[in-house]
């Protein structure tokens, strides 16, 4: 009879041990995964004010555009003039060439 309970207490010791140490592996698991998050979670406290930096950049740039348009008007202006000015040199050139021509005869 002690025999019977001498092998069930060493059955039922072997049993926990073996989850005993399965909770050991699990917690250092557990405790691994733990400090891989609180490092990624310091890696990303510092894009806290990114999405307001974001925001602001985005108003900065869509304020730049506003003013960009009228200087972009005023920039097609300034060509249609200077094409305006290469033609008119150009039939001023031809006329000059032409009234030199006509002497010359």
């Known amino acids: 009879m002690v025999t019977v309970v001498v092998v069930i207490n060493t059955l039922i010791s072997l049993i926990l041990f073996y989850v005993a140490r ?3 592996r699990l917690k250092k698991k557990i405790t691994r995964l733990a400090n891989i998050l609180s490092a990624a979670e310091r890696k990303t406290a510092r894009l806290a004010g990114a999405p307001a930096a974001i925001m602001k950049g ?3 740039l869509y304020q ?3 003013k960009k348009q009228p200087i972009e008007r005023q920039i097609a ?3 249609q003039i200077v094409n305006l000015l ?3 040199q150009q039939i ?3 006329s000059l060439g ?3 021509m006509r002497t010359r005869r």
């Open 77 to 79: 202006q300034v060509r």
């Open 86 to 88: 290469l033609v008119g």
């Open 58 to 60: 985005q108003q900065s």
């Open 64 to 66: 730049l555009r506003q």
């Open 22 to 24: 399965r909770v050991w």
């Open 98 to 100: 032409w009234s030199k």
């Open 92 to 94: 001023w050139r031809r």
